[in-house]
DNA sequence: CGATCAGTTGAAGGGTCTCAACGCGAGTGG
DNA sequence: CCACTCGCGTTGAGACCCTTCAACTGATCG
């Protein structure tokens, strides 16, 4: 009921239709794309007879599993789902969360069996396309080929806005930035970009983050305690959002390398060595 | 001329073509499948009047500027390539190396420009498809269209790779996971996965691994003296790849979920917590 | 109502960051 | 030709942040 990705007001796909006015004049989401297209009725889509099929996963549910045959490829149409992988000592680390208009399943296009494993945070769906069917809805539908390679690039883009995330030295503000991601994301979803529901544990949030989740946890409450949040288990309030994205801006020690030659040349350095303040938090609460 | 990305064995197109027999029966790079089929002349495809370039760049040279428009498509034909982001501070956090097969560019696929940068590490060269010529090809060219997805597919799992990279706590962990993944990679080119030279430095390496490059000087100390590597700045021999391999298998401490029910449940635990060897390396040397 | 689990907070220990110094090789100009 | 500079790589020492273990609270569920 609190969760704002279940009340997400895409109910019909008239409705659908009309949202899409504004907000990107040049780009189309597979999502948006399949939601327009088809009045789907009975999980088929028979106003065009493609041969896709729409599935509904409940909290946990698994959509695919490591390793399993990659038979489909997925894109959500509404909900959250972690993509995750399980190492051998049973340790989960978490590699992406995807809402609306995200792929899934896209890695395991190159080979045969799913690296990675996704599972739903909450009630969600998604559109299925089998592999079969792919080479017949590219020929024949270049705006769905188009939807695909933006949605796979999509979510190369993300996966490395990942590695920023992971950059950051230290904790809090790693935190930070990821809470900033959220926002952002919430935003281009037509939704309060200052007040939402995580969809995800805290455990889930400490895997993407590459931290222990009790560091998620003090990490919350030091930015709670900073006047930066509020936080109420797993619904979140930013109180200072300019406080958050400047303290989210703090980085590593800079490398003595910046620049490149503006042609052709090797590396040029400067010597600033530059310092980042340990103080971190602390500083701006006392 | 001891780097052996430059020296790697194609060098005509004919050759090219018979030199995948075995490799992977069911799947082809972009860089073969435009190797096999131009005979490239004047850094034009002739032979299919393809809008295919070939550019070369030396050590150093930038392929692309982070903020850029983007204009076209890469495929790594030879050489290695950096992609990284720079920060508003200066900090330079490598997000990728790129080798042969590889594409490059594809997370500006969708949007309008360069999320990040990418430069040459040694003398390269690249396959370049302006973005304007990709619709006509994917439709005249079907196995163009297959081997674009692949090869993006390709970048997101190596990308996921990244991530459990990251993801191991103890630098040394982390170092060990990395060489295994170039072994892996020279295995795959067809040379030799014990003995091969770095063509990134420290700092680069420390950058990707998340780590200050002193420590991964240290890490690479640690791992010779454990007699698990011969390192000489960057030539670098493997003497136990077992080992090597079951140290890098070392992960965070378990979480306490591991399993996820067979059908539809919510997550079941194991209460096994599990620790991992603080000790490290040095049980492995005293 | 006992059990289980998510989340929080505390305390101790260790690993990594940072600053610093050194050797070394390459490129440059005297 | 060689001193000089610059950057890379290595190693040492101290401070600090995070990990780990532990205990507690509150919520959910059978």
Redesign the interface.
């Known amino acids: 009921m609190n969760s704002f990705a279940t009340t997400k007001p895409q109910s019909s796909a008239t409705a659908g239709v009309n949202e899409c006015e504004c907000a990107k004049p040049f780009?189309t989401t597979m999502a948006d794309l399949l939601d327009a297209m088809g009045a789907e009725q009975g999980d088929r889509f028979a106003a065009l007879q493609l041969p896709i099929a729409v599935r509904r996963l409940?909290?946990?549910?698994?959509l695919a599993h490591q390793g399993a045959t990659a038979e489909a490829l997925y894109f959500v149409r509404a909900g959250t789902f972690k993509?995750f992988?399980?190492?051998?000592?049973?340790?989960?680390?978490v590699?992406?969360f995807a809402t609306r208009g995200e792929v899934l399943g896209?890695?395991?296009?190159?080979?045969e069996s799913h690296?990675?494993?996704i599972?739903a945070l909450e009630s969600s769906s998604v559109f299925v396309v089998l592999r079969s069917d792919?080479?017949m809805l590219?020929?024949k539908m270049?705006a769905f080929?188009?939807a695909?390679?933006?949605?796979?690039?999509?979510?190369?883009?993300r996966?490395?806005e990942?590695?920023?995330l992971?950059?950051a030295v230290a904790s809090e503000v790693r935190l930070a930035r990821f809470l900033i991601h959220i926002s952002q994301r919430m935003a281009a979803a037509r939704l309060s970009p200052r007040r939402f529901h995580l969809s995800m544990g805290r455990?889930e949030i400490a895997?993407l983050l590459?931290v222990?989740?009790e560091t998620v946890s003090r990490s919350f409450s030091a930015l709670a305690l900073a006047g930066l949040l509020h936080v109420a288990d797993r619904d979140v309030e930013i109180l200072d959002m300019e406080g958050l994205k400047a303290y989210a801006?703090s980085?590593?020690?800079?490398?003595d390398?910046?620049l490149?030659?503006p042609t052709?040349?090797?590396?040029t350095r400067?010597s600033t060595p530059?310092r980042r303040s340990t103080a971190g938090l602390r500083a701006m609460v006392s």
């Open positions: 780009a409940r909290a946990g549910e698994n993509v992988h399980t190492d051998v000592d049973g340790y989960e680390q590699l992406a896209f890695d395991a296009l190159c080979m690296p990675t494993a599972a792919l080479m590219s020929v270049p080929s188009m695909l390679q933006r949605a796979g690039s999509l979510s190369l883009a996966s490395r990942l590695a920023d992971m950059a455990r895997s590459g222990a989740n801006r980085t590593r020690r800079r490398a390398e910046s490149v030659a052709g040349g090797m590396f400067r530059g």
